[in-house]
């Protein structure tokens, strides 16, 4: 069966990878498109680790057009536990290069009116700097002003419009640009907190040399069982958390504990994954599978950190769905009471709407919550 065409029915949780993720403000968004189909009694995206999580029957097709509409690739997750691997990185820095576009195009046009070039030379590069610059926007606007989400996608698509509209081209390049530089520093942070939880499941070792019975193997990690018996030689990372059972050794537990002194170890004591052993000769029987050690319980911790919504970005998602059906509603009375009933003239109106649109976007407020929740809890994973 063609995995875009599978259902997927079951009343435990299926676990899918999403990649592409950037925007917190847009992973929101799809876990709650995704929440809202047929036969889904739950939906949780981990936005940085790009794990949706989703119990009952569900099509995986409507779940890929969800994930469409936000340039986002899913699939069957490989590796459903807390060390599975972070989104491979895209080939470009495709928000990086889309801001610079739109930036030398918006500085280039706007040179070239200081220096009084004919409007046909300068306008169409605001109208690219526009389109470069808020074309992602555009495009998710779209879809949830088809679905009557207003949010703050919608807003600006509006403001952009409505000022090329009224030929304020130079006023909808630089909204479009402002847009692309805050996509880049979302998606900036992103990559951050991603790198955080790279670097913690860097810090065991992903093999371990394993005795049974007479012979030695080098083993991954989630091939080891519970009673193995793991070698661990003068100066070699730990791989699992186990009980020694032969040899003494001083185990620098800095990467676990922040303790920078090295904690001597004998026979009978634990042994934990991703500390050092500093200079003796050491077997340890392994006590723990490789998803419920030490360092893949942190991993969860963090994991399950940036998963939830702190208190005051629930408020700000609240505030947003809330502020931007109400400007838009503004808008409309400033554009079309004056000179419906006061007999003032259009243009200046018109104008003032689109003012009033583009000054009450709450984009850094939307947008500053989430990246601050995520660079504290990012910070301390690194710590």
């Not at 009343?11 to 592409?20: E, H, P, R, S």
């Not at 918006?106 to 046909?120: C, G, N």
């Not at 509006?158 to 081209?169: D, E, L, S, Y």
């Not at 130079?170 to 900036?188: D, Q, T, W």
Request: proline residues 5%; hydrophobic residues 50%.
């Amino acid at each position: 069966m063609n995995v875009l065409e599978k259902t997927i029915a079951s009343d435990k949780t299926t676990v899918l990878q999403v990649n592409g993720i950037t925007c917190m403000d847009c992973a929101a968004k799809f876990e709650k498109n995704v929440a809202a189909l047929p036969g889904v009694n739950m939906a949780r995206l981990n936005p940085v680790t790009g794990k949706l999580v989703i119990e009952g029957q569900f099509d995986l097709a409507a779940v890929q057009k969800e994930g469409r509409k936000e340039n986002y690739t899913i699939r069957l997750a490989e590796n459903t536990g807390v060390t599975a691997r972070e989104n491979p990185a895209p080939a470009r820095d495709w928000e990086l290069i889309r801001a610079a576009v739109s930036g030398i195009l918006l500085l280039a046009a706007y040179i070239a009116r200081v220096w009084q070039v004919p409007s046909e030379l300068y306008i169409p590069l605001f109208i690219l700097a526009i389109v470069t610059g808020g074309w992602q926007n555009f495009i998710k606007g779209f879809y949830s002003a088809k679905s009557l989400d207003f949010n703050i996608n919608v807003l600006m698509s509006v403001a952009v419009i409505g000022a090329v509209a009224i030929g304020q081209w130079e006023e909808g390049a630089v909204v479009a640009f402002l847009y692309a530089i805050s996509e880049l520093l979302e998606s900036r942070t992103m990559s951050r907190a991603r790198h955080s939880i790279s670097e913690l499941m860097d810090i065991a070792p992903p093999t371990a040399r394993i005795r049974r019975g007479e012979s030695i193997f080098e083993l991954a990690v989630e091939d080891i069982a519970v009673g193995d018996v793991m070698i661990i030689r003068p100066g070699e990372k730990i791989a699992m958390d186990g009980r020694v059972i032969k040899g003494q050794s001083a185990i620098n537990e800095a990467a676990i504990t922040g303790e920078a002194i090295p904690v001597e170890k004998g026979p009978g004591d634990e042994i934990y994954a991703g500390t050092l052993n500093t200079s003796g000769y050491l077997e340890a029987k392994v006590s723990k599978l490789v998803h419920d050690n030490t360092i893949s319980r942190i991993i969860y911790l963090v994991e399950e950190a940036q998963a939830q919504k702190a208190p005051s970005q629930v408020f700000v998602d609240r505030f947003a769905r809330i502020y931007t059906p109400i400007v838009l509603f503004l808008a409309l009375l400033v554009v079309f009471i004056p000179p419906l009933f006061m007999g003032y003239a259009w243009g200046p109106w018109i104008y003032r709407g689109l003012a009033l649109l583009v000054v009450s976007c709450p984009c850094a407020l939307v947008i500053s919550t989430p990246i601050a929740v995520v660079s504290a809890i990012s910070s301390g994973a690194k710590n």
